[in-house]
């Protein structure tokens, strides 16, 4: 399936931002709850939540509720196109710093949560 130039550029724009782009590499390694997002970043859940709704509008995050809480992971990459956007900006930026301080912020958070769950 080939995309037209205006999806290109919406899922663009919706790179564009700092929050989303972190959202999206923690998404790379799996699906998270909004409040696993929240955790790692320090924002509390309106924002976070703002972020997440751009990228599931431009049909780059999916959503599923479990429970109480709602997962969101990436989507399944349809076409060619959308999949090398996708990499560029999952495995083309991976070893940003930041990126790398939100995986490992990942690892902690859900140690707690099985902590405190036990």
Avoid: W
């Amino acid at each position: 399936m080939t995309m037209n130039i205006k999806k290109v550029r919406q899922i663009l724009k919706s790179f564009a931002d700092d929050t989303r782009l972190r959202i999206v590499n923690l998404l790379s390694k799996g699906g998270l709850s909004v409040n696993q997002i929240c955790e790692v970043f320090g924002k509390n859940q309106s924002i976070i939540s703002k972020h997440l709704t751009r990228l599931r509008l431009t049909g780059i995050v999916v959503d599923k509720r479990k429970g109480m809480n709602v997962y969101y992971y990436l989507a399944k990459p349809v076409g060619k196109e959308y999949e090398e956007i996708l990499n560029a900006v999952t495995v083309g930026l991976e070893d940003l710093n930041i990126f790398k301080q939100d995986l490992e912020k990942v690892k902690l958070v859900k140690k707690q949560e099985k902590q405190f769950n036990k």
